[in-house]
């Protein structure tokens, strides 16, 4: 399988469009928060399903210190997870999916006919905030921390899979679907994009 997109190019800066949070005149705000255009193509014999994560495993595990340094530990944060993607679909146009930023999260979030998207990590991140929490599903895109120095790298996955429908619950998570995927997954494909908030960070 091959997967790219028309909104940036493989290993290359993902413009403010697509992402969640952005610079303003008077610090940090929310962005357009549309998704990017995805196509994917050369789709393995006998697939009756795609489902799609975007992962970013840049994350810092601490946000305290004034500038977060690069070799402070990472860990993995779920901007997006859609699941029963029928198999005739191989593309997502820019914006199809998700087009600003919801309080709360989208209760129900634009997807292909009979696909399914679970929680994304700002489920978690806005729980004490009475503003934003929520349920937060579909695509939210990236907000890396103001003051981090690491570029953060937003990972696309498309994977084929031999079941039209993945067995989850109503509310469903990252892990609950690479748990559910495990002995169906025929092929797969990635790209990855890039973003910083840090003006200081380069490519």
Same mark, same amino acid.
């Given at each position: 399988?091959?997967?790219?997109?028309?909104?940036?190019?493989?290993?290359?800066?993902?413009?403010?469009?697509?992402?969640?949070?952005?610079?303003?005149?008077?610090?940090?705000?929310?962005?357009?928060?549309?998704?990017?255009?995805?196509?994917?193509?050369?789709?393995?014999?006998?697939?009756?399903?795609?489902?799609?994560?975007?992962? *970013? #495993?840049?994350?810092?595990? @601490?946000?305290?210190?004034?500038?977060? %340094?690069?070799?402070? !530990?990472?860990?993995?944060?779920? $901007?997006?997870?859609?699941?029963?993607?029928?198999?005739?679909?191989?593309?997502?146009?820019?914006?199809?999916?998700?087009?600003?930023?919801?309080?709360?999260?989208?209760?129900?979030?634009?997807?292909?006919?009979?696909?399914?998207?679970?929680?994304?990590?700002?489920?978690?991140?806005?729980?004490? *905030? #009475?503003?934003?929490?929520? @349920?937060?599903?579909?695509?939210?895109? %990236?907000?890396?921390? !103001?003051?981090?120095?690491?570029? $953060?790298?937003?990972?696309?996955?498309?994977?084929?899979?031999?079941?039209?429908?993945?067995?989850?619950?109503?509310?469903?998570?990252?892990?609950?679907?690479?748990?559910?995927?495990?002995?169906?997954?025929?092929?797969?494909?990635?790209?990855?994009?890039?973003?910083?908030?840090?003006?200081?960070?380069?490519?």
């Amino acid at each position: 399988m091959q997967i790219h997109s028309d909104s940036f190019e493989h290993r290359q800066r993902i413009p403010a469009e697509f992402a969640a949070g952005q610079p303003t005149a008077d610090g940090y705000g929310f962005a357009p928060n549309r998704n990017p255009h995805l196509a994917w193509r050369d789709v393995p014999a006998g697939t009756q399903s795609f489902a799609l994560l975007c992962i *970013d #495993p840049d994350v810092p595990t @601490d946000i305290s210190p004034a500038q977060i %340094p690069v070799a402070q !530990p990472r860990t993995e944060f779920t $901007h997006w997870v859609i699941v029963d993607i029928p198999a005739g679909v191989h593309e997502f146009a820019a914006g199809s999916c998700s087009d600003g930023v919801v309080a709360h999260g989208k209760a129900a979030p634009a997807g292909p006919a009979g696909s399914r998207q679970g929680l994304n990590d700002y489920t978690g991140w806005f729980a004490n *905030d #009475p503003a934003m929490r929520g @349920d937060w599903r579909g695509y939210d895109g %990236p907000f890396p921390p !103001p003051h981090d120095l690491r570029l $953060h790298r937003y990972f696309f996955r498309v994977f084929a899979l031999d079941v039209a429908r993945l067995d989850l619950p109503a509310r469903f998570s990252t892990g609950e679907v690479l748990h559910a995927m495990q002995g169906h997954v025929l092929g797969e494909a990635s790209i990855y994009g890039t973003y910083a908030l840090n003006p200081v960070v380069a490519d």
